[in-house]
């Protein structure tokens, strides 16, 4: 059991946000050592995936509409800038690669594969924020992405085929602006890709939270 299989096993809601996480249990299900196991723990904790309360066992993290207004936030500050720095320093391989990664993002969003998804958006926005050279944003972004993973895979299953579309229609047009070099637009198409984002996700926030 590795980090990478635990994360995977929280965004597929294997692990539900809230459910509690005990060694013994992990240890059984998967045959570590505890000490394994406790190091595996702390790497998602550091990566805003568990939360650990004193004295009581780790539990999947939750996500409530502040948590989500204030991933928003975040992204809407960081990835309009990222975008602009990329224009202005990307190598023509990493705009290759950034429209790469748009291909992956429609065919996971095509598939209804949220893990998929999770790991070429994730894969997306990691190669927008290398092209635009700038290393304190990139690390910001790190555990940033986990959650905003966690919020994808708490809202996907509830989207309908419009939120996808539109989702697609805007990096589309990131990397559309991207190939032209115009950074002023593509720095717009990510704010308003974060908006949209924010707008649906606390829609589905709420219906979750009500049932």
């Not at 928003?72 to 960081?78: G, I, K, P, T």
């Not at 320093?89 to 598939?111: F, G, P, S, Y």
């Amino acid at each position: 059991m590795t980090v990478a299989s635990l994360r995977k096993a929280i965004f597929s809601l294997h692990l539900r946000p809230g459910e509690k996480l005990t060694e013994r249990g992990l240890c059984e299900l998967t045959g570590v050592s505890r000490s394994l196991m406790r190091e595996v723990l702390r790497d998602l904790e550091a990566h805003g995936l568990i939360s650990n309360v004193p004295h009581k066992s780790p539990v999947v993290a939750m996500l409530t509409r502040n948590d989500a207004r204030e991933i928003y936030e975040v992204r809407s500050a960081l990835e309009p800038m990222a975008a602009r720095l990329f224009v202005e320093r990307a190598t023509d391989e990493q705009i290759v690669k950034l429209d790469a990664m748009e291909d992956r993002c429609r065919q996971a969003m095509a598939d209804k594969d949220v893990l998929a998804l999770i790991d070429a958006l994730e894969g997306f926005y990691n190669t927008l924020f290398a092209g635009a050279g700038n290393r304190t944003a990139a690390m910001l972004v790190r555990i940033l992405y986990n959650k905003a993973g966690l919020l994808r895979a708490i809202t996907f299953q509830r989207q309908t085929e419009t939120d996808a579309k539109r989702s697609m229609t805007y990096i589309a047009r990131i990397v559309a602006a991207v190939r032209r070099r115009d950074a002023e637009a593509a720095a717009a198409a990510c704010l308003i890709q974060v908006k949209r984002s924010w707008k649906v996700a606390m829609q589905l926030l709420d219906h979750v939270n009500h049932e």
